[in-house]
């Protein structure tokens, strides 16, 4: 295993012991989307839910004036809402894209925002904004 191999299973490590349940769901249009159930691409017209288990850290998005101050924008960039949650998870597994949503304690919310937390182009773990 390299170095960076190494940190990304210990990022899943702590992230497993102090993290929390979340689920991410990614929707498919179906025009050739990939669907990781089958490991193929999805007909087109074809529509579906893929739901992955992830461990996650939460925290309370830091407020609008603050975020402005540090230029933490949205992908719309608008400035983080003060509602917002950002979501660190781990980077093994299925990449979070902005049309997906997360699922934390029965709660669907909108990813607006996917930032790659990795030195030396590895993606050690990724860093979701979120609005209600």
Request: a positive charge; glycine letters at 10%.
């Amino acid at each position: 295993m390299s170095f960076y191999s190494n940190l990304q299973q210990l990022v899943l490590k702590l992230f497993t012991k102090y993290g929390v349940s979340i689920t991410l769901r990614q929707y498919s249009a179906g025009a050739g989307d990939y669907d990781p159930n089958t490991q193929r691409a999805t007909p087109a017209g074809t529509t579906g839910t893929y739901d992955h288990a992830r461990k996650a850290i939460i925290q309370d998005a830091p407020g609008s004036r603050l975020a402005q101050q540090f230029g933490q924008t949205n992908n719309l960039g608008t400035s983080i809402q003060r509602s917002g949650k950002w979501i660190y998870i781990d980077a093994i597994g299925v990449v979070p894209k902005l049309q997906a949503h997360v699922i934390v304690s029965g709660v669907e919310s909108s990813i607006v925002d996917v930032q790659t937390i990795g030195p030396g182009g590895v993606a050690l773990m990724y860093l979701l904004v979120l609005e209600s």
